[in-house]
């Protein structure tokens, strides 16, 4: 078993600034190379603190504002218009960061991209939903509506 410390949201395991315990090919293989953890230190303890107050900043101030932004992104359908080829495929997919931008052209919040998560990869137009985590006890479904830019 490996003692790492969360740098990114892991669905499943934990939050930034938590100290896990994980297999070792889990810590070898996806959790360092992907950059979503650092080996645990005793000097790490100074690094948990950071990464808990880079959290926080991220966090939406208060319940009711978190409430607020879960409320208009639920009631509205965000577009999104990507390049498409034969069939309505995409070149590519979406990224969360495409979700990101179009929520904030859209007028209704900022969504921090890295809370923004996909069940499956996008490819095709259409009607699709993804979940965003306002806070930890706290997530929103954004219905997605994308079309093709021609």
Do not use: C
Not at 28 to 56: C, D, H, M, Y
Request: aromatic share 4%; glycine share 10%.
């Amino acid at each position: 078993m490996s003692k790492l410390i969360l740098t990114h949201e892991v669905t499943g395991l934990g939050a930034p600034g938590d100290v896990v315990d994980v297999k070792n090919g889990f810590a070898r293989n996806f959790l360092i190379p992907q950059g979503f953890a650092v080996a645990w230190t005793r000097g790490g303890e100074k690094q948990i603190e950071s990464i808990k107050a880079a959290r926080s900043a991220r966090e939406h101030a208060t319940l009711e504002e978190a409430l607020d932004l879960k409320a208009r992104l639920q009631a509205t359908s965000v577009s999104l218009k990507v390049k498409t080829g034969d069939g309505g495929r995409l070149f590519g997919s979406v990224k969360t960061s495409d979700i990101a931008d179009a929520v904030a052209a859209a007028g209704l919040g900022v969504v921090d991209k890295r809370k923004i998560e996909l069940s499956a990869p996008i490819k095709v137009t259409g009607t699709h939903e993804a979940t965003v985590r306002l806070r930890d006890d706290l997530v929103a479904t954004i219905t997605l509506s994308v079309v093709s830019a021609k």
